[in-house]
């Protein structure tokens, strides 16, 4: 089983389509993610876990429940496999305007409605508690203004 560090950065959707060649790989590599400090049922919390031989599939050692690494994520009870979720995530994250779901879908290969389901979690996503914690890392900005009105903009020049 192939795992990505979970520091790597993909500056191009080539480089991103080469480290994730099929779902499992992007499997691996969400797991190298969310479980960089060790693995977790995400039921009740407990770090025994027992791994099944399809490299997919995981049961708690205390509560017995049965799951995989999308559950507890806005992946969960989504048909759409990680690959594509990992390509939805790089391409609404790398377009200074965002994109549609009409251009999702044809980028992505589904169904407009399934595009637009996955920006609706996307955006639900970046309102949660753990998404705005405080950055500890370099920002870089480009051509945006950052606390200011749209129409106080003439004053700044």
Known sequence: M?????????????????ALPDEQAAINHFTAIRWKHGAFCPHCGFTKVYHFSDHRTHKCGDCRKRYSIKVGTIFEDSKVGLREWMLAVWLTTSHIGGVTSTQLAKDIGVTQKTAWFMLHRLRCATQTKSFNRP??????????????????KDLIA
């Open 135 to 152: 950055l500890n890392v370099e920002i870089e900005a480009d051509d945006d203004s950052i606390g200011v009105e749209k129409n106080n």
């Open 2 to 18: 192939e795992t990505i560090a979970p520091e790597k950065r993909f500056n191009s959707l080539i480089q991103l389509l080469n």
